[in-house]
């Protein structure tokens, strides 16, 4: 069984910074990717930036020179340092790790607000 545990979600100013973080533990063997998606109300979930057991980090383009994907390949975990943050980054924030074996798994969700 493994479990993604997700922190640093919260309310910040516009302009703010936050750094979010994703632990997996349990029977992990290989973890070939690592990203972050969120969902706003009333919108598709949607990838933010992942980055793959090689180091190659891929981030939907609006948040490209203000966000940062990096990870800890010893802990099995990886972060979202988000800078600049904007009203339109809220969202439910969701941590996504691809395993082999064991496929795809998902952690419980962040509430990330920016708002004056």
């Known amino acids: 069984q493994v479990q993604l545990v997700e922190s640093g979600g919260g309310l910040v100013l516009p302009g703010g910074s936050l750094r979010l973080s994703c632990a997996a533990s349990g029977s992990i063997f290989s973890i070939y990717v690592m990203g972050w998606y969120r969902q706003a109300p009333g919108k598709q979930r949607e990838l933010v930036a992942a980055?793959?057991?090689?180091?190659?980090?891929n981030y939907k383009d609006s948040v490209k020179g203000r966000f940062t994907i990096s990870r800890d390949k010893a802990k099995n975990t990886v972060y979202l340092q988000m800078n600049s943050l904007k009203p339109e980054d809220t969202a439910v924030y969701y941590c996504?790790?691809?395993?082999?074996?064991?496929?795809?798994?998902w952690g419980q969700g962040t509430q990330v607000t920016v708002s004056s």
């Open positions: 996504n790790m691809g395993m082999i074996p064991g496929g795809d798994y």
């Open positions: 980055v793959a057991s090689s180091g190659g980090t």
